[in-house]
């Protein structure tokens, strides 16, 4: 088992930067890619970005060149660095986390980060 817990988030207006952060713990030595979803109101949640253990990250079209993926496997912490934000950014952002153990696979998910852009 896994347990995600996220901070950051908040209101922000357009053009400004902020950093979501996703602490893991408990089976922490399973831990293989990371990532990112978004999911706004009346959508599906939606990828944003992946890393993998080894640091390879790829991007949602919609979010590359702004914001950047990336994890401190000292502190088992997966971070997205939003700049430029836009009004469309505006969702509840949770990380997930990948985990393998032999030959299963599990995912979990943290419990939400709020993020509003808007002036």
């Known amino acids: 088992q896994v347990q995600l817990v996220q901070s950051g988030g908040g209101l922000v207006q357009p053009g400004t930067s902020l950093r979501l952060s996703c602490a893991a713990s408990?089976?922490?030595?399973?831990?293989?890619?990371m990532g990112w979803y978004r999911q706004a109101p009346g959508n599906q949640r939606d990828w944003v970005a992946t890393?993998?253990?080894?640091?390879?990250?790829n991007y949602a079209d919609s979010v590359k060149g702004r914001f950047t993926i990336s994890r401190d496997n000292a502190k088992n912490t997966v971070y997205l660095q939003m700049n430029s934000l836009k009004p469309e950014d505006t969702a509840v952002y949770y990380c997930?986390?990948?985990?393998?153990?032999?030959?299963?696979?599990?995912?979990?998910w943290g419990q939400g980060s709020q993020v509003t852009v808007s002036s």
């Open positions: 997930r986390v990948f985990t393998v153990v032999g030959a299963r696979t599990d995912a979990y």
């Open positions: 408990g089976s922490i030595f399973s831990i293989n890619n």
């Open positions: 890393i993998s253990s080894g640091g390879s990250t």
